[in-house]
């Protein structure tokens, strides 16, 4: 079965520049997550859905980042315009629901560099 | 509100020592505990869980313990090997409001030398 799958794998913008990250959860997973990985601050939750509809946002640090997922197998989160501090790895995850302690299904990470 | 600490590393360690690395928490609740573990260029895959206290999570020959007196859950393994050499992150789960959603610590990176 294939896991969580994110797009681009790397990506390199300018400053400025408009960047979009994809994710596809696991078929069937109602829930969605946005993580940003850095060095300085480790691992952060951005913000989530439960089927389809965000929950919680207050993760999002700044309102030039912006996330939606349309359908049940499709989410982006939006960089405009992108700064060099955003550079970090972006990590989509899911899992089957938000209550319960399932596992939740990391994607390989989106690496963004911003110059 | 919730937080997960770890010890910093990396850790270094030759091929079959023992491993331990620390981890604590601060929750308001009684929260369930995990230890992910990210392969390099990979993303986070869970290694073991506890849902309460005194329960032992294990898989791969990895251990850790739910410790609800000493708020702890260190994570164990009685001989490394090279390929253990990953992050190895602590986090619980918060339970508030009916969703359940993930806590990190900052992460250890282990160092297995041949």
């Known amino acids: 079965d294939a896991g969580v799958i994110q797009s681009p794998r790397h990506e390199v913008t300018e400053m400025g520049q408009e960047v979009t990250l994809r994710c596809k959860p696991i078929?069937?997973?109602?829930?969605l997550f946005w993580y940003r990985q850095t060095m300085m601050r480790g691992l952060e939750l951005l913000i989530y859905?439960?089927?389809?509809?965000?929950?919680?946002d207050s993760g999002m640090p700044e309102d030039r980042f912006s996330a939606k997922m349309p359908n049940a197998s499709f989410s982006t989160l939006k960089i405009q315009p992108s700064e060099p501090r955003d550079s970090a790895v972006y990590f989509c995850?899911?899992?089957?629901?938000?209550?319960?302690?399932?596992?939740?299904?990391f994607g390989p990470g989106t690496r963004l560099t911003v110059t | 509100g919730d937080s997960v600490t770890q010890m910093e590393g990396p850790v270094t360690l030759s091929e079959e020592a023992f491993l331990t690395i620390n981890c604590t928490y601060t929750?308001?609740?009684?929260?369930?505990l995990f230890w992910y573990v990210q392969y390099p260029g990979e993303g986070l895959q869970l290694l073991l869980k506890?849902?309460?206290?005194?329960d032992k999570g294990s898989n791969k020959g990895f251990e850790a313990t739910y410790r609800k007196e000493t708020t702890s859950f260190h994570l164990e393994k009685g001989s490394v090997q090279v390929s253990d050499s990953a992050v190895y992150f602590c986090?619980?789960?918060?339970?508030?409001?009916?969703?359940?959603?993930?806590?990190f610590g900052k992460g250890t990176m282990l160092l297995v030398s041949p």
């Open positions: 986090a619980l789960s918060d339970q508030g409001s009916g969703y359940s959603t993930l806590t």
């Open positions: 995850a899911s899992r089957p629901g938000l209550a319960g302690d399932y596992e939740q299904y």
């Open positions: 506890a849902t309460k206290a005194d």
């Open positions: 929750a308001t609740g009684y929260p369930s």
């Open positions: 078929s069937g997973h109602n829930s």
């Open positions: 859905f439960n089927n389809n509809v965000p929950i919680d």
